[in-house]
């Protein structure tokens, strides 16, 4: 069974924006459209692209000389998703 799923991730000629990933099933900084594609692949099986995005949310805690911290852990809780947080710099997805 093929567990790959294309993002097909385009920035619209703007560099990626780097953020925070936190999940149990992978963690760590996403600086480009292939780290994401890591993250949905870990996630295959489990969770669908479109769940990732709208069921990541920023944490609010975290501190803000940092790139944002988003994710599925309990500390993630913000009001903001990642879905928002790629389509406000741009990214389509």
């Known amino acids: ?15 990626f924006p780097a953020f925070w990933f936190d999940g149990n099933r992978y963690h760590g900084d996403i600086t480009s459209p292939a780290d994401w594609q890591t993250v949905v692949d870990q996630y295959a ?6 769940g990732l995005l709208d069921q990541s949310r920023n944490d609010p805690g975290w501190p803000s000389d940092r790139p944002p ?3 599925l852990r ?8 990642l879905r928002q947080f790629f389509t406000e710099h741009g990214v389509t997805l």
């Open 69 to 71: 911290k988003y994710g």
């Open 1 to 15: 069974m093929d567990t790959k799923h294309d993002t097909k991730t385009e920035t619209q000629g703007k560099a």
């Open 45 to 50: 099986g489990f969770m669908t692209p479109d």
């Open 74 to 81: 309990f500390e993630c809780d913000g009001p903001h998703t």
